[in-house]
């Protein structure tokens, strides 16, 4: 019977932190396998966000979520790690030689020295618009995420939420659209304080305490929508082209939460070396969880190397560790 291939590290997630860690982890020149569940790479930044502008990130002013995630693709290749696309990770057993077993959903085994989970929170679904006739219009005038700007421009649009995401997209429209209006079910906004006091600088409508009550329209297109200011009888009528709700997601982590690691809050809790508290299993990015952690995409390109590190000593523990750097790794320099 042939035997199978046993990499030194298999990546769980190809979201950005996930294609960071396998560039990382072949330039320790380990053997590489990306699994993600998604049919594409990327995780959740080009499919909720690729028009959204990233500038938290070292040397990169500003960058779009599809342009970084086209070169995080294209770095990720660099040592051609093994990917492996639209297949969920649900067991994993631990075989007498101590290498691990990692069964998907369609039956597929892969073999594997080391495991790193860059699943972000799982599974993400968009918490949905409560009003019965929300599906009516969804997809058609009502969106969970922005793919195009431009498909808003001249349209008076409406979005309802408090955090980040409602906040980011409504000071990203307010120059495109005809009319942004933003409303929020709380008196105080979760965003980051300075996009906040952007957007109320702006020309966007802000209304709070206020929620949805009522979306009006047919075949698809909403013609106005009709909101409630929170606690009190008052409603307005808001004339719409486009209503965007940004209520969060519904956060699964999926058969991982079986694996009896430690998990709190719905992330894993790790230590300094990002190993869970099964030895040989190390969790990056958004599912790792430790005291002061940096929830953002430049934190996690920081988490997947030491990960990496630490996998490494586990795979070979005769080698010394020495420090890495791409601008004296002749595989690299020697592309030049």
Do not use: C
């Not at 979520?65 to 067991?91: C, H």
């Not at 980040?164 to 906004?189: C, G, H, M, Q």
């Not at 750097?325 to 690299?332: A, D, V």
């Amino acid at each position: 019977m042939r035997q199978p291939d046993v990499y030194d590290i298999t990546i769980i997630g190809g979201g950005p932190v996930g294609l960071f860690t396998a560039f990382y982890s072949g330039m320790r020149e380990m053997k590489t396998k990306i699994i993600e569940f998604l049919p594409y790479l990327g995780g959740k930044v080009p499919y909720f966000y690729p028009e959204k502008v990233i500038r938290d990130i070292g040397g990169i002013p500003a960058i779009s979520g599809e342009k970084l995630t086209v070169d995080l693709i294209e770095q990720a290749m660099t040592f051609d790690p093994t990917i492996v696309l639209n297949e969920q990770v649900m067991y994993m057993e631990r075989l007498e030689d101590g290498t691990f077993q990692l069964t998907s959903n369609n039956g597929a085994k892969h073999y594997t020295k080391t495991i790193v989970l860059a699943t972000g929170f799982g599974s993400l679904k968009s918490v949905k618009l409560d009003l019965a006739n929300a599906v009516d219009f969804e997809e058609k005038s009502l969106h969970y995420s922005i793919k195009k700007l431009e498909s808003y421009r001249n349209k008076n649009v409406l979005i309802s939420g408090g955090g980040n995401s409602a906040v980011d997209w409504a000071n990203e429209l307010e120059p495109i659209a005809k009319r942004v209006t933003l409303i929020y079910r709380k008196s105080a906004f979760t965003g980051i304080e300075s996009n906040v006091s952007k957007m109320m600088n702006s020309t966007v409508e802000v209304l709070n305490p206020y929620e949805l009550l009522k979306l009006n329209g047919e075949n698809g297109q909403l013609s106005s929508a009709v909101v409630k200011q929170v606690d009190r009888a008052d409603t307005k009528v808001i004339e719409v082209d486009n209503v965007i709700v940004n209520h969060g997601f519904e956060i699964n982590l999926g058969p991982i939460t079986e694996w009896r690691m430690n998990i709190e809050n719905g992330t894993i809790l790790v230590d300094q070396t990002m190993s869970t508290s099964i030895p040989g299993i190390f969790a990056i990015g958004d599912v790792a969880n430790y005291p002061n952690k940096l929830a953002l995409i430049a934190g996690g390109f920081n988490e997947g190397p030491i990960a990496v590190n630490s996998a490494k000593q586990l795979v070979s523990p005769q080698e010394p560790l020495n420090h890495l750097f791409s601008t004296h790794y002749e595989p690299l320099t020697s592309r030049n």
